[in-house]
């Protein structure tokens, strides 16, 4: 991976993440944030809205990619568009389909291209969970295929409210690894290392036979964890 990868825990572009988004900005070298809204289904319009006040506070410009059905995804322009940011957010909402618009498309592969060409590529909520090759939904029993770009592990956004459910996420999950995110944090991932930047806590556990999730580590923002994924 020759880009920079950024897991948000949700509650994206709100000012306790300001330390890590303006870090992801700086990281890019530039200043033009390309939004991809395609999991705020309802108001994607609004999705894009938020990102531009914010970014514009710290000195960013947003330009929308209203990549918002199985058909615009399918339209090859957008690999070439997508695959030349240098910093593409990819914001959080409903993971299914974010997974259904996505997986299999020239929309998919411009992402994959703009990080293994040096781009800074952030997904918050949604947009972390369906890089992985398996999603928890929020109360499900089991798990369901990601974009499968991170491997043995399964991002829990939000986890601030889903450290009391541990054992549920535990029995969903049968074996593997989670990944537990809290709001306006990230974990940051490069090539020679990691960086966990916001406003909270980054843990990840292994999970066995669909017992409780033991604890691998578990850092607040922020910090250089020495061991990362």
Request: proline share 7%; glycine share 12%; hydrophobic share 45%.
């Amino acid at each position: 991976m020759r880009g920079t990868l950024a897991l948000v825990g949700g509650a994206e572009w709100r000012p306790p993440a300001a330390p890590l988004d303006a870090w992801l900005l700086e990281r890019s070298g530039s200043s033009v944030v390309t939004v991809l809204p395609t999991a705020a289904k309802d108001h994607p319009e609004m999705a894009v809205a938020t990102a531009a006040r914010y970014f514009h506070s710290l000195g960013g410009e947003v330009r929308a990619a209203p990549v918002l059905t199985r058909a615009d995804a399918e339209n090859s322009q957008w690999r070439d568009r997508l695959a030349s940011a240098r910093f593409l957010y990819i914001a959080g909402g409903d993971p299914r389909h974010l997974h259904s618009v996505l997986t299999g498309t020239p929309a998919w592969d411009g992402v994959l291209d703009a990080l293994g060409a040096g781009a800074t590529v952030a997904g918050s909520s949604a947009g972390a969970m369906v890089l992985c090759d398996r999603m928890l939904i929020p109360w499900s029993k089991s798990t369901q295929p990601g974009l499968g770009l991170l491997h043995d592990l399964v991002i829990v956004p939000h986890f601030e409210r889903w450290r009391a459910r541990l054992l549920r996420v535990g029995y969903a999950v049968g074996d593997g690894r989670v990944l537990g995110i809290d709001e306006a944090t990230g974990l940051v991932l490069e090539a020679d290392g990691c960086l966990v930047l916001g406003a909270g806590t980054v843990s990840l556990y292994r999970v066995k036979e669909g017992g409780p999730p033991s604890e691998i580590w578990t850092t607040r923002a922020p910090d250089e964890p020495e061991h990362c994924l």
